[in-house]
């Protein structure tokens, strides 16, 4: 008897999670692929920071600018 309020309760808590995980929200590699892309763009290199995964791009990566942030003429001409 006490088998099936211990059953329900998994199968909510299951449903729970799988409600939260699939609410559409950026995926990993999309928000990496366009915080790359931006990093890029300012001259830079996506490297790991140090510290424990966060399963966030944004925290789990820095951009550090190898040129020094100079200005190129292919940016002087986007902006």
Do not use: F, K
């Not at 510290?51 to 902006?79: F, K, V, W």
């Amino acid at each position: 008897m006490r088998m099936i309020p211990t059953t329900v309760s998994a199968v909510l808590a299951v449903a729970a999670l799988t409600a939260c995980a699939s609410t559409g929200g950026e995926t990993y590699q999309s928000e990496y692929s366009r915080l790359n892309a931006s990093c890029q763009e300012r001259g830079g290199m996506l490297t790991p920071s140090s510290g424990p995964s966060s399963g966030r791009p944004a925290l789990d990566y820095q951009c550090d600018i190898r040129d020094g942030g100079r200005l190129t003429a292919e940016r002087a001409n986007r902006d």
